[in-house]
């Protein structure tokens, strides 16, 4: 499974046409506190039954608090036939300490 930084996300989003999806599998609680504008919230548990919903040719960026459970929906999207995924290496805990120290953390 490919990563990408924080730094690296932020420069790919001022580039990307058409831009990737932003998937945040957190709980509906962290998504409240912080995310990245423009991310589609889909909780980790409800990937599955969200995949018609996915479109398997857009390039997806999963995120998740620390980059672990991103890891596991990327994985698992890779293994349903999406192949243009990467993981949020260090989750919205790394976006805000990189690229948005305004960010509220938890």
Sequence with gaps: M?????????????VANPPPLLLDVR???EFAICHIAGSRHIPMNQVP???DGL???QEIIVICHHGMRSARIASYLQQVGFDKVLN??????AWASEVDPNMPTY
């Design 2 to 14: 490919l990563e990408i930084t924080p730094s690296e996300l932020q420069d790919y989003l001022k």
């Design 27 to 29: 709980e509906a609680a």
């Design 49 to 51: 039954q969200a995949l």
């Design 55 to 57: 479109n398997p040719e």
């Design 88 to 93: 949020l290496a260090g989750g919205i805990h």
